[in-house]
Each structure stands twice: as C-alpha cells, then as structure tokens.
C-alpha cells in the first residue's frame, strides 16, 4: 500500500492535474492528499475522475486560496474524523485489524500562529491509539540542516516542533531523493532549500510496518516535491 502526499499550490493549472495523474500511474497509491488546491468542489471532482479515484472528502477553500482534499479507491473503507482548514484526519478500515489513523496536515504558514497546529497535532494525538501516519506540509524544520541559504532559523522556533513531535510520539522516518522538499527563488538570485514537508509515524506504526519509507518525488508546477509514502 502506499500513499501520495502534495501541497500543489492548486489545481487550476491542466499541467498540474496531467503531473498528478503521470504520478498515480506510476506510483499506485491508494490514499492521496493534497493541500493548497485553490479548488471548487466541481474542479475535485473533475480531478478525482481524470487520476481514477473512487471517493473524495475535502475541505471548502477560503476565497481563492488553501482548500484541502483526500482521494481514496473503493477498496478502502475510510471514516473521517475530523477536519479544518489545516487537516483531514481518518480512520481507514476501522474496526478490522488492518486499521490505521491517517493525518493529512498543513500547517500555518504565519510563523505567529504556527503554535495552534501544533496544539492541533496534540488535540489529534489522544483522538485513539492506532497505528498513525501524520504527513503533510508542516512549514517547519526539525534542524538546521534541513534549510540551504537564507536567514536561520530561531532555535526556539525549531524546538517547539520537535517537543510537540516528541510529545506525541511522532518520529521522522527516513527518505530517499532530495534533502528538501520546497524552493524559493529570490528576485536577488538567491534559492533558499527547506524540508517543509514530510511523513511522521508513531511507534505502533513502526513496530506494525518497520519498512515504511517516503520518497521526495520532483515536481515541475509546485514549489513543492511530492510525497511517496510506501
């Protein structure tokens, strides 16, 4: 099984939808999230037939900006918890021994709020205790490593992550592909590199499927790198 997770800057763009659907062919996922679709309910839908999903749950935009969706095949049985403008959080195939907690996230981009998707993340945390995939656009690194030019980044800012991390039993697993995941190109010439997106599994994940792994898909029409969760 595996999943694809994407903040695509929308789906307005057909080059946008044809690179979402080259990915799925190639890839297969079963469960699919998407930030940022900058979408109406009518375009989902187009997008939900065009990559060959069954079912759809999203999340209204707020004028022309953010909206948030998740695809799933018919093979699935997927209950939806909870939802807000910054996540879908799901139970897939409840109540059999195979289910699994499944958090598509999008953080707050405005360093000044960023606390309330942590304070999200912890409210999640204690919804149940299956084994549970957190994956998305966090706009945060863990560690300074993990952001090439540009200003530092305030130890203070970074820490707060990963005590809410650590705090919810969320550990970072390995990938394979880019070190970053986002890219701005500054009018000065200068590209700044960060890994803003990324999966977090808890133990129970872990000691269920050991071998999980994400891969850092390039993308041509997002600032964004795609997600591969095997």
């Given amino acids: 099984m595996s999943c694809i997770v994407w903040n695509c800057r929308g789906l307005g763009n057909q080059l946008a939808v044809q690179e979402l659907a080259d990915v799925v062919q190639a890839k297969a996922p079963v469960v699919m999230f998407l930030a940022k679709t900058l979408a109406d309910e009518a375009k989902l839908v187009y997008v939900k037939d065009r990559i060959h999903f069954d079912k759809k749950f999203f999340v209204q935009r707020i004028n022309k900006g953010g909206g948030l969706v998740i695809y799933w095949k018919n093979d699935l049985l997927i209950d939806v918890v909870s939802s807000s403008l910054n996540h879908i959080d799901v139970i897939i195939n409840k109540d059999i021994e195979a289910s699994w907690h499944f958090t598509g996230f999008f953080s707050e981009p405005e360093t000044h709020k ?17 084994p549970w995939m957190c994956a998305g656009d966090f706009n945060e690194i863990l560690k300074q490593s993990e952001k090439l030019r540009g200003r530092i980044r305030p130890p203070g800012q970074m820490q707060l992550f990963r005590d809410r991390l650590d705090e919810c039993g969320l550990m970072d697993i390995s990938f394979k592909g880019s070190p970053f995941t986002w ?48």
Avoid: C, M
């Fill in 114 to 130: 960023r606390h309330e998707s942590w304070d999200l993340l912890h409210n999640l945390y204690h919804q149940n205790s299956l």
């Fill in 183 to 230: 890219s701005k190109h500054y009018s000065i010439g200068i590209l700044i590199w960060e890994r803003l997106d990324r999966a977090v599994l808890s133990y129970e994940w872990f000691s269920k499927y050991p071998g999980t792994r994400v891969d850092h898909v390039d993308s041509t029409t997002s600032d964004h790198k795609i997600l591969w969760i095997e």
